[in-house]
């Protein structure tokens, strides 16, 4: 069954029976268990309080950090209930946030509140706080394949400027993964899951006790072939029409496998904390190519190496909290394409020969990273809570080599030639203070400043106000401000002349401001609500000209809202969603800048069926996509997926079992493809994965 | 009854083989894990008796509660203890039998369950109960009832030093549920110099009106409010919203025995140190073993506790930061 729906506002009627359905067929299940044990739950819940309190109580305890910002907090047991295996899934959870993919190996493109870049250089990714950010393009690597999840611990997730704090690519939001701490994980778990495309995953990991550290250890190898829907027409097919060629592979299917191998390392004793990561990704597929034509030979092959040296004293002066960190990032992308098909004449409108092996494209790049910096807080004023800090980074984009064979414009051998983007440097040194003043009884005032000096571009300077009012008992507001940069990617700099980028050493930051207005009310014991309304405004954007030379050439603004609740309606099931709306403005045309959606709604139902099992199921629904300005194809279709998982929770010494389907109902999912001139590569948008389904066993030691 | 850790590995095992179609070098690893954690668990399970733990076999979140408590039982008791889940309707006959053949001195029964179960086996068994809140004094009598409910002299302690110009100590309580508390509660306040105020209530519209009593009598400055595990005077949904309120309104520092209450308002609470209140359990039970009698018997307070604070309340109440360092949990508020 496939369904596509056009509507752009709220849910049509087909839909709510679809979600009734689902939601009547899980209630009956849940109706039939008995509740015999309801008093002693009763009576434990006077004690020990709701689930959410359980799991802080028998876990490991923590402080959970105050924010004054617009923040999500997803934790391990959000990801185990929602039977997630990639990142992506947990992302799409959190409002105004909506997961979107590149054509190229169909890389993700976190869209929030509107603003959506191929590259998607605006949203920083930190893992335990660090930058896994490369300066190629200033994304987190186009060979991405996913990232599993089942050594995150939790995820936080801020909405809006963080520069701040975070400095470069806080700018329309910040994910920082936190793994899992040998506290975390507490025994040894081992983990296996099969599923549609052939996705095989395996995993194993340890926290405990190792030669007198706190240990532990994660390692996991995955395979899948990926999903295999069809693209209609590539950029090859318009090239075909245009030459009278027959190259395209379309219709054929986007190519998704991967070989993945993650790996992960925490030791800590006393007051130092030493990690390393490893990820390795290899046969990557290219997703719809490339150059947007069908590539199934192509393969990347990527790693990405962290580790990091970190010395914490919360004493270590009277009223001084302490931090120094050292961390070192490795990443290389090594790229086998054919970016054209056998038989194209590529896009090089002098050449009359077709290319009998494809147009084939061979870049390979290599990057390292070191940081170092010093933070402190300091609390010996009553009111005051001081939190300074310095750093130095240095970004080296250190080997690029690429070999091709169409450097003539025409068939030629397979050679080595000058890349587009030779090696470059960069150093950053910066330096930040914040205060939170307690300026009178329940009034909170953050002030924040950092300054970043790069070696390329100069200096940027980025302000933060916070102003928090606990306004009762259960209802906090806030008004927030931020300013936040992106600096320009090497690419955007320094990229050779060519016919798609060519890079502009005078560039500057991008920049967004926004101005932000949240409250966070416990309406009842069992009801939480959020509400935050938002306008940002972009300046300097980076983005190429007729000549597709980089320019900071645009601006854009936009406002909305995100809605949140959380309502405990029974002891064992919990209802909880979102609906995030965003309008923004391309100031150059006046118009919506497209692919990002208005209106977002994500719905959750969590159901303990008995002991040990919960049913969730998940809607999510993306509607309002427009077009780029000068895209004339209609508005991208809206879509909604339903999800089903059936978890039975491990134990001690015991299995655990998950059973979950993914796009229930087969709905017809698609993510816009970019605009091109003079015509658009991949007309009909990216499919998403049809229905799906995958089965996961773990087991506690 | 058969154990939970025999049968279940078992059965998944079996599972594991349906999907060996992999054939990965992990997966045979794997299996042959599955193989040993089997083998391993039958023969744990045919170990000795001594002491049985009787626990309901609950769903989670709360199952996790026994798996700790239990966990502190074997931490301090060892391998001599056999593990009996119990659902309700469970075969007390067949269950004694099971104690009798494994030669079972005396038994640890957690939850309303476990003690109901517990108090009705026919044998010559010592008993110690947990897990429960609290026991009608008639079945508590005979035995040592370790409640869930913190000891209010370390409620009262904590109290002080996070405020420590406090006199008097406020409860509003219903004596069907915290009648024995109460009176340990006399003691703590009389042995840290500090005065209980405590109304009576049976009926919600009574512990309103107390409630409305003590927010018109409070002095902020001395005076705090104490929140016991009370069906009738601590109900959710209209008293707390109530007394969250008054309580912020007029800068009353309140504490609970409820640990969730930190996160809707409380200042802080004491909950249950899961795995500590196991090896207590245990230390009871061993006593018994060596003398054949109780060390001491009735509802005893909860001792091994962890501490849970909320920031955002402590703020408004402006208390030191230095003496909120030393919780186990702290909450941010919203």
Redesign the interface.
């Known amino acids: 069954m496939k369904m596509v729906y056009a509507d752009t506002l709220g849910l049509s009627m087909k839909k709510f029976i679809e979600l009734l359905s689902v939601l009547l067929l899980t209630s009956t299940w849940s109706a039939c268990v008995v509740a ?2 309801q ?3 009763e ?16 876990g490991s ?6 924010a004054p910002s617009v923040a999500s907090v997803i934790t391990s047991e959000d990801i185990a209930a929602i039977g997630a295996a990639e990142l992506d899934e947990v992302l799409e959870i959190v409002p105004g946030l909506h997961v979107s993919h590149s054509p190229i190996g169909y890389n993700p493109i976190y869209t929030i509140r509107g603003i959506h870049t191929q590259y998607n250089p605006q949203v920083l990714m930190l893992v335990n706080g660090i930058p896994i950010t490369g300066v190629f393009v200033g994304d987190r690597s186009q060979i991405w394949a996913g990232f599993p999840v089942a050594n995150i611990a939790r995820i936080e997730v801020i909405r809006g400027p963080g520069s701040a704090l975070y400095g470069a690519d806080a700018f329309s939001g910040v994910i920082n993964i936190i793994t899992k701490t040998s506290t975390d994980i507490d025994g040894t778990q ?1 983990g ?1 899951r ?1 599923g549609s495309f052939n996705r ?1 995953d ?1 995993w194993v990991q340890y926290g405990g006790g190792f030669g007198g550290f706190n240990a532990a250890a994660y390692l996991q ?1 995955g395979h899948t072939d990926g999903q295999r829907e069809i693209i209609s027409a590539d950029a090859q097919s318009t090239l075909d029409f245009i030459a009278g060629t027959s190259a395209s592979l379309a219709p054929g299917p986007v190519n998704l496998g991967y070989d993945a191998i993650d790996g992960r390392i925490d030791l800590s004793r006393d007051k130092w904390r030493l990690r390393a990561g490893y990820q390795r990704r290899s046969n990557a597929k290219t997703g719809a190519g490339v150059a947007s034509a069908l590539d199934p030979v192509g393969k990347n092959f990527g790693e990405r190496i962290n580790t990091d040296l970190t010395y914490q004293d919360a004493n270590f002066a009277p009223d001084l909290d302490f931090t120094a960190q050292a961390s070192y990032f490795y990443i290389t992308e090594q790229s086998d394409l054919v970016l054209f098909p056998p038989g194209s004449l590529g896009p090089f409108p002098l050449n009359t020969i077709p290319f009998p092996e494809g147009v084939i494209g061979n870049p390979y790049k290599w990057e390292r990273h070191l940081r170092f910096n010093l933070s402190a807080i300091y ?1 010996h004023w ?1 009111n005051h809570k001081l939190r300074f800090g310095t750093g130095t980074q240095d970004d080296d984009l250190y080997r690029a080599k690429e070999t091709n064979n169409y450097s003539t414009g025409s068939p030629g051998p397979l050679i080595d030639v000058t890349p587009f983007l030779l090696p470059h440097n960069r150093r950053v040194n910066y330096i930040y203070a914040q205060d939170e003043w ?1 300026f009178t ?2 009034w ?1 005032l953050t002030a924040g400043v950092r300054h970043d000096h790069y070696s390329d571009f100069g200096d940027t300077t980025n302000p933060r106000l916070a102003l928090v009012w ?1 306004t ?5 507001s806030k008004v927030l401000y931020g300013r936040a940069f992106r600096p320009p990617s090497f690419s955007e700099l320094y990229n050779a002349p060519n016919p798609v980028l060519t890079g502009n050493v005078n560039l500057k930051p991008e920049t967004n401001e926004s101005v932000e207005l949240a409250f ?3 309406a ?3 009801l939480q609500a959020n509400l935050n309304l938002f306008r940002y405004q972009m300046r300097d954007i980076l983005r190429p000209d007729s000549g597709a030379v980089v320019q900071n050439a645009g601006r854009q603004h936009g406002e909305g809202f995100e809605t949140e609740l959380v309502w405990d309606a029974r002891n064992d099931l919990r209802l909880s969603g979102n609906y995030a709306y965003q309008q923004s403005t391309d100031e150059a045309t006046n118009q919506d800048p497209g692919n990002a959606p208005r209106h977002h709604v994500y719905a959750r139902a969590d159901w ?1 069926l ?4 919960t049913l969730d199921t998940q809607l999510n629904y993306v509607a309002g996509r427009k077009r780029a300005q000068g895209d004339t194809r209609p508005d991208i279709s809206d879509y909604h997926t339903i999800d089903l998982t059936l978890r039975n ?1 491990e ?5 655990g ?1 998950s059973f979950k389907v993914l796009n229930l109902f087969n709905a017809d999912a698609r993510e816009p493809s970019p605009y091109g001139t003079p015509f658009v590569p991949i007309p009909n948008d990216l499919p998403l994965a049809p229905r799906e389904w995958r ?1 996961e ?1 773990r ?1 506690l ?1 | 009854m058969a154990k ?2 025999t049968a ?2 078992l059965r ?1 095992v079996s ?2 083989h349906g ?1 060996g179609r ?1 054939a ?1 070098q ?2 045979r690893f ?1 299996l042959s ?2 193989m040993a ?1 089997a083998v391993s ?1 039958a023969a744990w399970a045919t170990g000795e008796g001594g002491i049985a733990v009787l626990y ?10 026994f ?2 408590i239990i966990e502190g039982i074997e931490e301090t008791a060892g391998d001599r203890i056999d593990k009996h889940p119990l ?3 469970s075969d007390v006959g067949a269950l004694n039998e099971s104690l009798l053949r494994e030669k079972t001195k005396v038994v640890i029964a957690l ?3 476990g003690m109901k179960t517990a108090l009705s086996l026919k044998s010559e068994m010592g008993v110690v109960v947990g897990g ?2 609290t026991v009608p004094e008639n079945e508590a009598r005979g035995q040592p009832v370790i409640s ?2 913190p000891d209010p002299a370390l409620l009262f302690s904590r109290m002080k030093v996070l405020k420590p110009a406090t006199k008097r100590v406020f409860v509003v309580y219903d004596p069907a549920y915290s009648d024995w508390i109460i009176k340990f509660a006399k003691e703590a306040a009389s042995a840290q110099g500090l005065e209980l105020v405590e109304y009576e209530a049976k009926d919600l519209r009574n512990a309103v009106r107390h409630y409305q009593e003590i927010f018109s009598a409070t002095d902020s400055s001395k005076d705090v409010l104490w929140l016991p ?3 009738s005077t601590v109900e ?2 209209t008293v ?2 109530l007394v ?2 008054e ?3 007029r800068d009353i520092a309140v504490f609970s ?5 930190v ?3 409380v200042l802080f609470s004491l ?2 140190d ?1 795995t500590g209140l196991g090896k207590s359990l245990a230390k009871l039970a061993m006593g018994y073993l060596r003398s054949g009698y109780y060390e001491t018997r009735g509802m005893l307070p909860l001792h091994d506790v ?1 501490s ?1 604070v909320n ?3 402590a ?2 109440l ?1 208390l ?2 230095s003496r909120l360092q030393d919780f ?7």
């Not at chain 1, 305890?61 to 105050?66: G, L, T, Y």
């Not at chain 1, 008995?610 to 099992?613: A, K, V």
């Not at chain 2, 309901?56 to 709360?62: A, L, S």
């Open positions: 015999a044990l008093s002693e739950e009576e434990l819940a006077l004690v020990y309080g709701d689930k959410s309190f359980v799991t802080i109580a028998s305890r923590q402080p959970i950090a105050r081992f296996l099969a095989r395996g190898a609390t009553q307690a009884k329940d909170y606990e009762a008992y259960n209802l906090t966070a009310w416990q009842t014991s069992t303990r008995m002991p040990r099992w929770q134990r001690s010494g015991e299995w079992f089965a066993l087991y030691l | 939970i850790p279940v590995p998944h599972a594991c999907n992999t990965t992990l997966l794997f894990l599955c954690l668990s309901p076999d609950i769903g989670e979140p709360y199952r996790g509660i798996d700790e659902v309700p309707g939850g309303r369950l429960v809140l869930l409910s595990q009370d069906y959710e949904s707390l919203p969250l309120q309580s912020w309104n025995s409820n640990s969730a209450h996160r809707r308002g909950y249950p899961n962890h849970a920031l955002r309340t703020k408004h402006r030191k930061p186990d949990t702290t909450f941010s508020g919203q």
